[in-house]
């Protein structure tokens, strides 16, 4: 996952943007959809906070749908890159479990305002981007239920309902990018260790150690 | 908690609001909050909605921002009524932490529009209006809080960090208004009961009936 998840408050450097006008414009539109909302923003709003002209933005992104798609792929594919990496990782089963909610939450804590704009603003992309996202969301889904299912499997977890119990641990998550701002007197990763703990409890992980 | 947390799908009537020219003006409100976000939703675009002229908005409501304190402390005191209740009823702890874990995310999952509005545009509130906000989500957390203490007390309970835990199981139920409409085949019981259970994981209660 690179550095960006282990610099907690930090947002992320969005390096795989290029070039760097480009990046600049993705950086100003996470801060304004995140603070005002994407339909409150203008393309004009974005262009001005990354000191460029409204037409120097048109040479990177045609809409502002195409900002919030790039935004929000990115985001997607870096949420299933943690969860698949956690998933094929080495170790039993609760190992895994615990190494996905740790990097997941990480990431929901250190880049919360990106994450609120990928996890609030859905509705907004147009269809056939919606389209991609929610089979990227399936995927990182299916990254966790296949942990669950492994652990159910080896006798490990007692889950009476794999598919609802893999609901709620993503959910529990994805919600830390909207408390996490205000609560500031816990660290990603000391929030990333309890809901770990949790969790395991929540599959019914034995033994707790 | 009258039949409003029973009617899974169906907005609150806010039947404490009158006159109806008022109620309706509120329910305009949340809709395009909702739809929009707080910041892309004008005076006139409620006004619309409800069917009525700008000028008649502003014979009961002065300002945007007193329309969204209006449902933001309506809704505050529901969750906080809904909870309360909960840890001051009958039963043990683990009975009353099933209870409110069962009746906040009913109340999530029925209104998710509105708790969406409750929870998402906190920052758009007023400095004063904000702090009384503030000062219902700490009761709140105490409801909480209280019940899982109580359960420690009495050793029914195994819960290593108390305030963490309470904060996620409040993250946990509040989530579902997040995601609620888009995985419509379970009913807001059939989350609430799946969530009482993961809830009584998480604190490690035993026995498990």
Redesign the interface.
Known sequence: MGTAEETPGEEQPWGEVSPDAARRLLVAAVEAFAE?????TTTRDIAGRAGMSPAALYIHYKTKEELLHRISRIGHDKALTILRTAADGDGGPAERLAAAVRSFVGWHAAHHMTARVV??ELDALGEEHRTEIVALRRKSDEAVRDIINDGVRTGQFDV??VP??T??VL??C???A??FNA?GH?TPDE?GA??A??VL??V?SEPRK
Chains 1, 2 share one sequence.
């Open positions: 005002r909302g994407y339909h409150a996890q609030y009476p309902d609802g119990t609901l709620a959910s529990l994805i919600d830390v909207r408390w609560a816990r929030v309890l809901y703990d949790l409890r929540m019914g």
